[in-house]
């Protein structure tokens, strides 16, 4: 039964007895059975009373309980608790805070908490007192308050307003956590910060600097000294200003008045001159230090020596002058263009005559196009990285391009105006048709020639392969020359066994010559050396193989160097080379492809003849015995595998050597080497 039902029957059991009372004898129209009846009722609601009683005990204690726990946690807690009045007296503390000040609780009373106040904070402690009244709002702020032995010790404050409308207004309620560990660690962080900051400022090669508003120096690090050769202790609360060059004056003063709180930082350069006299760039970065209200503070820069980067930007201007100039020298049309865009970056003055102009498309600006033109190889140039060289009309006129690749952005594109020569071309066209006729009347003779050529590669083979051989050959057969001469030296015979004997030891011995002589035909043919034109060498030579390329669909492209010299050697042995290099190229062509012959010199003492096919490549693993006897990939009875090993035995002879690049499926690259003087005419001049 709740607490409110049973009031509510105590007072109908109180009317009723009130009622019983009132009434007298002769009025009481009362029953035993009632009296009864009510005496139960009350005897009832007397246990009930001293049951509530009970609970009303033990409520207490337990209130009273809850109050020592509380007057424990308050007195005993970690935390200074004060109740400060509206005059600043302390109305109430803990034993905590007691401990804190040093003072016994019973003396902090009535005392102002001003009076523990560090002097230099008493005016922090005010101000947040008066924002709190003012505002109501909770204020925590930190301050040092001073024990009463005078130590001193750095304090957290938390305070809020506090009324229970008994007490006067204005009182509040401030808690007090002892944060000098943590202040102390703090400040040990920020000096070593401030160490290394300062440590790092003064190491660093910038020059840094910084002053006030009127201009005074407040900081600067040494490299700033060293630069400008002074003393930071001489020129510290100065209005030191470097030795600026006159005409950068106005500009250094505008700078820093410019500074805002919303563009605070600006970059200049300008010049300076050195204690020793000479003139120096410099750039420098400003900033203006504001505080909140957007008032100035400080200036700060940081600067460095530019120099250098001005006399490279000048010599880079200069270049850059001299390569225009070099561009509107060259007798042709010249520019610098971008592949994704074909935009024309620059041009020289034969360009732009024909309105290709820097800052338009090359198609639309000279050819008058809406897309790129059809003949253009710019695409393949830069997909490639290689130069690509193309003729085409246009305008009326046959030009000579080339597209020739700077980086992945940009290619050069020159065009030379050919139109006469491509007539001239064309009437030599005709000279040459009666020239064909004329080779095709000595083909027949270049064809025995060849023929000749493959007989002599075919007794390389064979003195190859008695070069492989011939050790194990002499030695057995060393061993029989022996046992016949002393069977005939030892032994009893008659004429007809003697005749026999003799007959055997000189077969022998022709058998000793005829691998001596086989042998020495391994090594190339000693013809006499003397001036050889390579250009017409290799030109006679691809006329013996005209014919076969043609049926072969094999492509000749020539890309000979221009005022090559002569060298000294042996012309046959060097075709039997070109011609070896130039069958192995139509081979790796597999029936169709292009085999491009070149020629230049290689510094002062070499040329260089370059075979290029583009075949289907050598692996590395065939790279590696390339050179070998009896190697080749050819099918069988169509290559022996000497051609090489012969060819570089030739040019090995002749003081040069042979070097081989290729990349499987795109193709081999031969380049001979040869000297110009050739070590066989050193050796004939020795003897």
């Known amino acids: 039964m709740d607490k409110e039902t049973i009031d509510k029957n105590l007072r109908e059991l109180r009317e009723r007895a009130t009622k019983f009372l009132t009434v007298t004898p002769e009025q009481a129209e009362i029953t035993e059975e009632d009296v009864k009846k009510l005496i139960h009722e009350l005897y009832t609601y007397q246990i009930e009373l001293e049951l509530q009683n009970e609970d009303l005990r033990n409520t207490q204690q337990e209130l009273e309980q809850s109050r020592r726990r509380y007057a424990d946690l308050y007195d005993f807690a970690p935390v200074a608790y004060f109740t400060i009045s509206d005059k600043g007296l302390i109305v109430e503390a803990n034993l905590t805070a007691g401990t804190m000040l040093g003072v016994a609780r019973g003396h902090l009373l009535s005392q102002r908490f001003s009076n523990f106040i560090v002097t230099e904070d008493q005016d922090v402690f005010y101000l947040h007192r008066k924002k709190l009244l003012e505002t109501g709002q909770e204020q925590s702020f930190e301050l040092r308050l001073q024990k009463r032995e005078g130590s001193l010790f750095y304090a957290q404050l938390e305070m809020i307003l506090y009324s229970d409308g008994s007490d006067p207004p204005g009182q509040l309620r401030m808690s007090v956590y002892n944060v000098t560990i943590r202040k102390e660690a703090e400040l040990a962080a920020l000096l070593q910060m401030k160490d290394r900051y300062r440590a790092i400022v003064m190491d660093q090669t910038e020059l840094i600097c910084r002053f006030d508003p009127e201009g005074r120096m407040t900081f600067v690090n040494d490299a700033y000294c060293r630069y400008f050769g002074v003393d930071f202790k001489d020129i510290l609360g100065t209005n030191f200003l470097p030795n600026i060059h006159a005409d950068d004056l106005p500009l250094v003063r505008n700078h820093f008045t410019t500074l805002t709180p919303d563009q605070p930082e600006k970059i200049i350069e300008h010049r300076v001159y050195r204690p020793d006299g000479k003139l120096r760039w410099q750039q420098w970065c400003g900033r203006g230090l504001f505080d909140q209200q957007g008032r100035l503070i400080e200036y700060q820069a940081v600067g460095r020596d530019i120099t250098q980067l001005k006399v490279a930007e000048e010599k880079l201007q200069k270049e850059s002058r001299l390569r225009q100039l070099f561009l509107d020298a060259l007798p042709c049309i010249a520019m610098l263009l971008t592949y994704n865009t074909r935009l024309i970056v620059a041009s020289n003055k034969a360009a732009a005559a024909v309105g290709a102009i820097p800052g338009h498309r090359c198609y639309t600006g000279w050819m008058q196009r809406e897309s790129p033109c059809p003949w253009c190889l710019a695409p393949k140039s830069g997909t490639e990285s290689q130069a690509q060289n193309g003729q085409f009309w246009a305008h009326g006129r046959y030009w000579d391009a080339f597209w020739i690749p700077v980086d992945e952005e940009f290619y050069l594109h020159y065009l030379f105006d050919i139109t006469e020569k491509q007539k001239d071309k064309e009437a030599l066209r005709k000279a040459y048709d009666e020239l064909e ?251």
């Open 437 to 687: 006729q004329r080779v095709m009347e000595r083909t027949l003779e270049l064809q025995q020639s060849h023929a000749q050529l493959l007989h002599s590669e075919k007794l390389s083979a064979v003195g190859n392969l008695s070069a492989s051989i011939a050790h194990e050959f002499n030695n057995p057969l060393q061993s029989v020359m022996t046992i016949i001469k002393g069977i005939s030296q030892y032994a009893t015979l008659d004429k007809n066994e003697q005749e026999l004997v003799a007959l055997a030891l000189q077969e022998c011995n022709r058998m000793k010559n005829l691998i001596a002589d086989l042998q020495d035909f391994f090594r190339p043919t000693s013809g006499k050396p003397g001036p050889v034109d390579l250009h017409s060498t290799i030109d006679a030579l691809l006329l013996l193989c005209k014919k076969d390329f043609h049926n072969r669909k094999i492509t000749i492209v020539r890309k000979y160097g221009a005022n090559l010299p002569h060298i000294t050697a042996v012309a046959d042995q060097l075709k039997q080379v070109f011609l070896n290099l130039l069958n192995n190229a139509a081979d790796a062509c597999a029936g169709r492809g292009i085999i491009t012959l070149s020629t230049e010199t290689a510094g002062e003492k070499y040329i260089v003849v370059r075979v290029q096919d583009n075949g289907e490549g050598i692996s590395s693993a065939n790279m590696k015995r390339l050179f070998e006897p009896f190697f080749t990939t050819k099918p069988e009875m169509k290559g022996t595998g000497l051609g090489l090993a012969v060819s570089y035995g030739i040019v090995k002879n002749h003081g040069g050597r042979i070097e081989v690049h290729s990349e499987p499926g795109k193709g081999s690259i031969f380049s001979v080497f040869l000297p110009i003087e050739s070590a066989i005419e050193s050796e004939i001049d020795e003897q």
